[in-house]
């Protein structure tokens, strides 16, 4: 029987996140410029940044190789910045709150983004259907 060990970032994120094993660094301590040298050394990362950068902090993470997912209850950033951030680099929202409403949802995921939606009582199922058509997906 094989063991699942779970890196101790796991454990801060939702449950449903943690299931679904998301390979990123929590960034708690480093600032910008030493993700971005990181970044550079390993070529590419993936971190989890909270609420931690603005946008145009995790711009030049992202520029640099950085790969960012962001958690829809922890981001304060409007629509607008997640869209210019979906087009800076690969960026990936776990959508687990209702920050976003549908349309703002489609306009994001044309940025680029990568939308993954957790939850059934975030939209209606006629919601769900446009934006799974749009390109989002339900759970990973």
């Known amino acids: 029987m094989k063991k699942l060990i779970l890196p101790l970032f796991a454990l801060s994120l939702p449950m449903a996140a943690q299931s679904e094993m998301i390979s990123c660094a929590t960034v708690n301590t480093l600032n910008k410029y030493e993700v971005v040298d990181l970044a550079k050394v390993a070529g590419k990362i993936h971190i989890c940044p909270g609420s931690r950068f603005n946008k145009y902090e995790l711009t030049d993470i992202m520029k640099s190789g950085g790969a960012i997912t962001l958690f829809s209850d922890q981001i304060t950033f409007s629509k607008y910045e997640i869209v210019d951030l979906a087009k800076a680099g690969s960026l990936v929202l776990w959508v687990n709150s ?10 994001i995921i044309k940025a680029g983004a990568r939308v993954i939606i957790l939850k059934d009582t975030i939209y209606n199922k006629y919601e769900l259907i446009d934006l799974i058509k749009a390109g989002a997906k339900f759970g990973d």
């Open 98 to 107: 209702a920050k976003f409403n549908k349309y703002e949802m489609v306009d």
